[in-house]
């Protein structure tokens, strides 16, 4: 293994070999549940019991059931195999998102692998998972808890140092719509007005950059991969302040003075809290460059856009994709012996352009590798080709919408690219190439002719 300098990616994970054996003793069928398939297309290498299954509230209705495949029958050799009616599971993006998951795996004869809806629920709630970053020992932002009812006058809760703030509702939001920048205490008053009856958390606005850092929790350790420069409420991708825009995965080198190794541990030390209250399964953690320190920001209790960028890094260190990691997590009470692993650090980077308003989406790019082309805009290149082997000058395209009528904020196409898409820094702007990207992809929408009244029950 190469030794782990500022020049590589540092991972942790399982043998790539030793966990596709132990996967195909425990299940014959991995069903992803998602609105787009880009996640286990990052699956590398190819397995054929993995597929993707186009189910997500974002999409609408469930689609008809489709005849059940064929299981294959358990390995003779294997006397912890569960049965052959366990051996089909599913896995969704965010199943605590709506029932549509629990209802398709329901519909399917699927074991649903999902966490406690109960722990999912504590650490995704961005006042209630702070017991738990306490319990965990990890540097939180500064913040003041504002109640639901008996509030004090707005500018008691807003101290005299902090220049600016960020409120939020506790509740978790999939798009950042629950997160709101306060440049003046003036703005706080209508912002409470806004959130009456709602107990929120108010916090500092720190200005560093936005990380993030994908791990798993299983039932004996935690295993921690990638650490990520988050990209959020960039202005030329999103309406949204607090949207989540694309990830960067970063090396040590990226981040001063030993902040990539303390992220890292802070992600261990959430995820041994997270599996004493329970918790199986990949989350994600969100942290802020504070200084010379970071700060965890909120817990992500599900999977994260990001994790296709980190399953790529993990292929070419030899491990096992988190997404296979999570399901061991969440079938076995051991995980098999993990390794720490070290590549040098390959510009891998994903943005998700937005709505800007509403407007009529035309088309949608059918998922595959495009490159710009001035005589057709957005040159076809190949259906399918893994992220680490994407030709130079090109990128993958994964529609997340629908024809029709779509809203400001509203995901349109997630971009994925072996390059860097942005410098690193607080809301940076969008490199070249991934703004004519951007403008490209914009080029689909149209604006709407319908009545304003129209639109909004649409």
């Known amino acids: ?180 920048a306060l440049h003046e205490r003036a703005q706080l008053t209508a912002a409470l007005e806004r959130w009456r009856g709602r107990a929120l958390r108010l916090s500092r606005l720190v200005p560093g950059m936005s990380l993030t850092v994908s791990a798993c929790a299983a039932a004996d350790r935690t295993v921690v991969s990638a650490v990520s420069h988050q990209l959020v409420g960039l202005p030329e991708l999103t309406p949204g302040w607090g949207t989540h825009c694309g990830n960067q995965l970063l090396a040590p080198r990226d981040l001063p003075g030993g902040l990539y190794t303390r992220t890292r541990t802070c992600a261990r030390a959430v995820g041994d809290v997270l599996r004493r209250h329970g918790y199986r399964g990949v989350f994600g953690l969100d942290l802020l460059v504070d200084g010379d320190k970071v700060a965890v920001v909120e817990i992500n209790p599900r999977f994260q856009t990001v994790l296709s960028l980190v399953q790529a890094a993990e292929a070419r260190a030899g491990l096992l994709p988190s997404l296979g990691l999570h399901v061991l997590a969440c079938l076995l009470p051991t995980l098999p012996p993990t390794r720490s692993s070290a590549q040098l650090a390959t510009p891998l980077s994903q943005f998700l352009v937005h709505a800007l308003r509403t407007g009529r989406l035309a088309t949608v790019p059918a998922p595959g590798c495009y490159r710009l082309s001035a005589s057709c805009g957005l040159a076809h290149v190949s259906p399918a080709v893994a992220l680490n082997d994407l030709p130079a000058d090109t990128a993958l395209l994964w529609p ?59």
């Not at 809301?427 to 689909?444: M, S």
Request: glycine share 6%; charged share 20%; hydrophobic share 45%.
């Open 1 to 180: 293994m190469r030794p782990a300098t500022a020049d590589t990616i540092a991972l942790e994970g399982v043998d790539a070999a030793e966990g596709l054996r132990t996967l195909e003793d425990l299940v014959d069928e991995v069903a992803f549940l998602d609105r787009s398939a880009f996640l286990p297309a990052s699956f590398q290498p190819a397995v054929p019991w993995l597929h993707h299954e186009p189910v997500s509230p974002l999409l609408g209705p469930l689609p008809p059931a489709r005849p059940a495949r064929p299981a294959r029958p358990a390995p003779p050799t294997s006397s912890a195999a569960p049965s052959v009616a366990e051996r089909a599971v599913a896995v969704a993006f965010a199943p605590e998102h709506g029932d549509h998951a629990h209802q398709w795996a329901a519909q399917h004869g699927h074991r649903l692998l999902a966490p406690s809806p109960a722990v999912t629920a504590r650490a995704a709630d961005k006042i209630d998972s702070l017991p738990l970053l306490a319990e965990a020992g990890v540097a939180v932002v500064d913040h003041v808890l504002i109640p639901a009812t008996g509030r004090q006058p707005a500018e008691t809760y807003w101290p005299a140092h902090w220049e600016r703030a960020v409120l939020q509702r506790r509740e978790n939001n999939l798009i950042g719509q629950g997160t709101v």
């Open 400 to 458: 997340h919408a629908l024809p029709g009528t779509v809203h400001a904020g509203d995901e349109l196409v997630l971009v994925q690219a072996r390059e860097r898409v942005c410098p690193l820094a607080t809301r940076p702007p969008l490199g070249a190439r991934a703004a004519a990207w951007t403008d490209r992809i914009r080029t689909l929408v149209r604006a709407d002719p319908r009545p304003a009244g129209e639109r909004r029950h649409a």
